[in-house]
C-alpha cells in the first residue's frame, strides 16, 4: 500500500513559479513510474508528466516549462513548474506505480494551483 500527500499549490500569477511535491509512504517506492497530472473544471483529468528507471517525459503543453525529479532515498517526487500559464490553472495529483501515461496504482488527494493573467 502506498499513500500519497502532495504539497505546494497555490496562487501565482502568469509567468510565475511553482514548486509542487509528493511525499510517499511504503517500501517499494523506489520500483514504481511516478508521476503528475492534473485536472481543470469541466475537463477530464489528464497526464502532466511521468518519471521512472528509463526517464522523463512530459506533456507536450508543459514540455520546457515543468520538471518532474524524484528522490528515492526520501520517498518523494516533485513537479518544478515555471513560466506558468492561465491555462495551467487545475487541481494537480501524484500518482505511482503508473502504467503507461493514464493508468495509475495510487493517487494522492490533490493539490490546487491557480494561474492568474
Known amino acids: 500500500q502506498v499513500q500519497l500527500v502532495e504539497s505546494g499549490g497555490g496562487l501565482v500569477q502568469t509567468g510565475g513559479s511553482l514548486r509542487l511535491s509528493c511525499a510517499a509512504s511504503?517500501?517499494?517506492?523506489?520500483?514504481?513510474?511516478m508521476g503528475w497530472f492534473r485536472q481543470a473544471p469541466g475537463k477530464q483529468r489528464e497526464f502532466v508528466a511521468r518519471?521512472?528507471?528509463?526517464?522523463?517525459s512530459y506533456a507536450d503543453s508543459v514540455k520546457g516549462r515543468f520538471t518532474i525529479s524524484r528522490d528515492n532515498a526520501k520517498n518523494t517526487v516533485t513537479l518544478q513548474m515555471n513560466s506558468l500559464k492561465p491555462e495551467d490553472t487545475a487541481l494537480y495529483y501524484c500518482?505511482?506505480?503508473?502504467?503507461?501515461?493514464?493508468?495509475?496504482?495510487?493517487w494522492g488527494q490533490g493539490t490546487q494551483v491557480t494561474v492568474s493573467s
Open positions: 500518482a505511482a506505480n503508473l502504467v503507461g501515461y493514464a493508468v495509475a496504482g495510487y
Open positions: 511504503g517500501r517499494t517506492f523506489s520500483s514504481y513510474a
Open positions: 518519471i521512472d528507471r528509463t526517464g522523463k
